[in-house]
């Protein structure tokens, strides 16, 4: 990383984590693809040096742990990498190590492009309008961790405190969760999801809020996000409530929508979003709902960025998908995408369009995996491998 941005050698080493579940599979059919893009686009000049490193079961099984520190160390020493989904259990056992693993890089920005290719199955008629692009928070909110279970000495103790001290009445069963928005993680949300508008000539960013309801957490980001705005971005940016629709050439307008409104409105005109910035938790809804209008979550790539040190980890939006897992089965579009995505993170563009362009021609032919199949007319099904597959022969033809 330099004060430039980032300068990428021919051979970059770049760390994977294969990842629990359908992960296996998915990394399987990718990596051909991967490497049938690279060829294609620089004829042997500059090649990846993929490198595995354990998180997840497999590291648990060969290591006796989930996230071994020489997997930390991989990330942040080559700087920018991919995984697959890792299991997190509910309500008890081990932390996410996704959380874990975006917590201890600092990778502040988990950002999550939204688009339609064309003939893709949709539950909505004009799914072609959706283009958004979700900044999501990603240290902060209620995946800081800050949770006690109910009954417990701590727990107990704190509602007492609370009690005591500001007169806030909580049921003694209660389970607690602590909810952190800090202005200063706010702004360097904020800020990022501006400049990528500025430098993408994107029409608007909305900040998407509750702040109705918790003033001094999800108002206050709103809050920030609108005096960042004022303070450092006065030249390209302009309130929505100083100009609507129709802003003076050249200016992003930064809106605001309450995030129940947004549900609805992102469904119904969804053409007027476009570059999304809000926090840990409305994010990860959000991103899952905006999926579902261009084809569903199989189809969904997602980045876990700091764009300070240059880090960052690519990943499919989804989980492990358990009942699809060694069953060459599930969608492997979305780590595709995750793939295209780090690719043009670290300026191989060609290599991006590429694969964008075969996926493209691949879902027009409608060879498609079981869960666009379902829902395709005179589509057919293939495998995750042969979908792969068959990216890699359109990929020829381009
Ligand atoms: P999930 O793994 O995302 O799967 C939910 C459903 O989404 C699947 O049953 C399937 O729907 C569809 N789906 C997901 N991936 C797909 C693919 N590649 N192709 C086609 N369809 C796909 O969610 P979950 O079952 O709630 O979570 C399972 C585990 O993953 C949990 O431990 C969770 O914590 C973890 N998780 C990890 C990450 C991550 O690593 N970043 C993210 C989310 C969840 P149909 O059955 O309807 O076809």
Not at 125 to 152: C, Q, W
Request: with cysteine; aromatic share 10%; glycine share 8%.
């Amino acid at each position: 990383m330099t004060n430039k941005g980032l300068r990428v050698p021919e051979e970059p080493i770049i760390p994977f984590i294969e990842g629990d579940g359908v992960g296996p599979d998915l990394f399987k059919a990718a990596f051909p693809v991967f490497e049938k893009a690279i060829e294609k686009a620089f004829k042997g000049k500059r090649k990846v040096q993929w490198l595995e490193v354990l998180a997840g079961e497999k590291a648990f099984k060969e290591r006796g742990e989930f996230l071994p520190q020489d997997t930390l160390e991989a990330f942040s020493r080559y700087l920018v990498g991919i995984k697959g989904p890792l299991t997190t259990p509910v309500g008890e056992g081990i932390r996410s190590l996704n959380v874990s693993l975006r917590q201890s890089l600092d990778l502040y920005v988990c950002l999550r492009p939204i688009r339609y290719f064309k003939g893709v199955p949709s539950p909505v008629k004009r799914p072609e309008l959706v283009d958004m692009v979700v900044f999501r928070e990603n240290t902060e909110d209620v995946y800081a961790g800050f949770e006690l279970r109910s009954g417990s000495a701590e727990t107990l103790d704190l509602i007492k405190g609370m009690q005591d001290k500001y007169g806030w009445r909580i049921k003694p069963d209660s389970g607690i969760g602590l909810k952190p928005i800090s202005r200063s993680n706010s702004r360097r949300l904020l800020r990022a999801a501006f400049n990528y508008a500025i430098n993408h000539n994107r029409k608007s960013v909305t900040i998407v809020h509750k702040g109705n309801i918790q003033k001094f957490t999800e108002g206050a980001f709103r809050n920030w996000g609108f005096e960042l705005a004022k303070e450092e971005y006065a030249d390209q940016l302009i309130s929505y409530e100083e100009y609507d629709n129709d802003p003076p050439k050249g200016k992003i307008i930064l809106k605001e929508r309450m995030a129940d409104i947004f549900f609805q409105q992102a469904l119904t005109r969804p053409e007027e979003f476009d570059i999304i910035a809000t926090m840990n938790l409305n994010g990860d809804y959000i991103s899952d709902a905006l999926a579902a209008q261009v084809g569903g979550i199989g189809l969904a790539p997602g980045a876990n960025i700091n764009f300070e040190t240059g880090n960052a980890v690519f990943e499919p939006t989804h989980g492990t998908a358990p009942l699809y897992a060694g069953l060459n089965k599930a969608n492997p579009t979305s780590l595709i995408l995750s793939g295209a995505l780090l690719f043009d993170y670290i300026g191989w563009h060609q290599v991006t369009k590429l694969i964008e362009d075969a996926l493209r021609e691949t879902f027009n032919r409608k060879t498609v995996t079981y869960d666009l199949a379902r829902l395709m007319d005179e589509a057919t099904e293939v495998s995750c491998s042969h979908f792969a597959e068959l990216v890699c022969k359109n990929m020829e033809g381009l």
